[in-house]
């Protein structure tokens, strides 16, 4: 086989697999945003997937981790496989999660945005992209 046989092998094959897995792979938004109180989040990552759920990851202290899925399933994914700053691939397409200590009320999910108000009762918008 010359190499534009296996390029194109290579092709369909990562199309397929994206394909299957469209709703476990989140894909980085680098025009996305967290506001939290009406302030911007500094270091904080959106991502997103095929159904516009978002995983926000913020590398800065404090820490953390958080996904929200339009079946109102919000908390930190149990296992996440990530290749830093570009996507991120969960265990399931509806990913199981651990549940923050106190509930976050999911206000609204659309296409452009994510609303919410998290455990410590801070009003947060993630805008999309």
């Known amino acids: 086989m010359d190499a534009k046989k296996w390029i194109a092998l290579v092709v369909v094959v990562i199309a397929v697999f994206v394909a299957y897995n469209r709703n476990r792979l989140f894909v980085r938004d680098p025009l996305g945003s967290v506001m939290r109180n009406g302030a911007k989040e500094p270091g904080a990552q959106v991502f997103i997937n ?7 990851e913020n590398d800065n202290a404090p820490m953390y981790v958080l996904m929200v899925q339009h079946n109102n399933h919000a908390g930190s994914p149990v296992e996440l496989h990530c290749l830093h700053w ?4 969960t265990d399931a397409d509806a990913a ?6 106190s509930p ?5 999910m659309t ?5 919410f108000i998290d455990s410590d ?5 993630v805008m999309l992209h």
């Open 121 to 125: 009762k801070r009003d947060t918008v």
């Open 96 to 101: 199981s999660v651990l549940k923050p200590n």
């Open 104 to 108: 976050i009320a999911v206000e609204e």
């Open 86 to 89: 570009l996507l991120c691939m």
């Open 50 to 56: 095929y159904s516009n759920d978002a995983l926000i």
């Open 111 to 115: 296409s452009k945005s994510v609303h």
